[in-house]
């Protein structure tokens, strides 16, 4: 992160640099355009989506662009829908955290979406900004994969309210999905945290720690892209805009809501974390007694019987019991007795 962070070392506010990895060879255009009667949809090419743009009353035009490297696509957009030198470096950073920002004419918003890969445990993360203006909408996305396809088939089959809202309910309607799949992410966290203490408990697998460990930092990573965006959701609820509805705000106050839940949600997984590891900790101890009892109970045994086979192994001419004819069967019985006696003590002790 460090060197994508020296790209804009020096550039004054407003430059326009893409930070990111490039993950798509051409940017992808998508137009959807729609009321409450009226549909259409097109992929235009670069260079000519701008004629695309004719603002017409109640209907939302709805630009979803993919890909991020193409600054010059990004810099036709801003002169085209006439975005703020601020709103295009956003764009094209993509190290941004979740964000909320307002202009004269338009709002923007920044948020991250998620991915888990089960085999790895590893979290990635997608920037997607959401342009907000005057009854039409700017999504951007940095991979080719439709993030937003569920949104389109709603309003090409005219289900729920979308095509009857302005472009303000579109955002509220992007936003949600999105979040709605921070929830899937954290279902499939929450079963690996559950295969995690079901091997803790039975096998005490020495790549237990590194799983707990790698879960942590996902866990992490996951709360810097979801508790920021409880302070820009918030802002977007309460905001005065032109082009934010009061009906609107009424969704935006229940994004709100289940914003606090993730966040809660997130908090409580890795409290369960460190529970984890301490358990782990627990039981690599409660094993390591279990072993050093063991060891105790064996050494406890052999010390008098090492003491008899010392005595007797000693190299003085006079010792009295050392010429007795059955002498080293009655000291094998005597060992014996000591032996079974003192398992017999440890046993009703419950030592083991």
């Not at 506010?13 to 798509?24: D, M, N, Y």
Request: net charge negative; hydrophobic share 40%.
């Amino acid at each position: 992160m460090a060197k994508k962070t020296r790209k804009k070392l020096g550039l004054p506010p407003g430059s326009l640099v893409f930070t990111g990895k490039q993950k798509i060879d051409k940017v992808l255009i998508n137009y959807l355009e729609y009321d409450q009667e009226n549909y259409r949809t097109e992929s235009p090419e670069n260079d000519s989506f701008a004629t695309l743009h004719q603002p017409v009353d109640n209907l939302v035009q709805w630009y979803d662009i993919r890909g991020l490297h193409d600054l010059e696509v990004i810099q036709k957009l801003g002169t085209t829908f006439h975005l703020h030198p601020l709103v295009l470096e956003d764009i094209a950073d993509t190290q941004q955290r979740p964000k909320y920002e307002e202009y004269d004419n338009g709002i923007i918003i920044i948020l991250k979406a998620l991915t888990f890969n089960t085999t790895e445990i590893r979290v990635k993360t997608e920037q997607i900004s959401v342009y907000l203006g005057p009854d039409f909408l700017l999504s951007f996305q940095e991979d080719k994969t439709d993030l937003f396809h569920l949104i389109r088939e709603r309003i090409r089959l005219s289900k729920g309210r979308i095509r009857k809202k302005h472009a303000d309910y579109l955002v509220y309607t992007l936003l949600d999905i999105i979040m709605d799949s921070y929830y899937i992410i954290l279902d499939k966290i929450e079963l690996e945290i559950e295969k995690l203490e079901t091997n803790i408990i039975e096998n005490q697998d020495k790549n237990c720690k590194s799983e707990i460990h790698q879960l942590k930092q996902e866990m992490m990573k996951i709360r810097k892209c979801i508790a920021p965006l409880r302070e820009a959701i918030s802002r977007f609820s309460k905001s005065e805009h032109d082009l934010i509805s009061e009906n609107t705000k009424v969704f935006l106050r229940d994004l709100y809501d289940h914003n606090v839940q993730l966040l809660d949600t997130t908090e409580n997984y890795r409290d369960m974390l460190n529970s984890l590891q301490d358990l782990y900790l627990s039981e690599i101890s409660f094993r390591m007694n279990e072993i050093m009892q063991m060891l105790t109970l064996i050494t406890s045994i052999f010390v008098p019987l090492s003491f008899l086979a010392g005595l007797y192994g000693m190299n003085f001419e006079y010792i009295p019991e050392l010429h007795f004819k059955h002498g080293y069967f009655i000291l094998l019985a005597v060992m014996f007795l000591i032996s079974g006696s003192m398992l017999y003590y440890f046993k009703k002790a419950k030592w083991f």
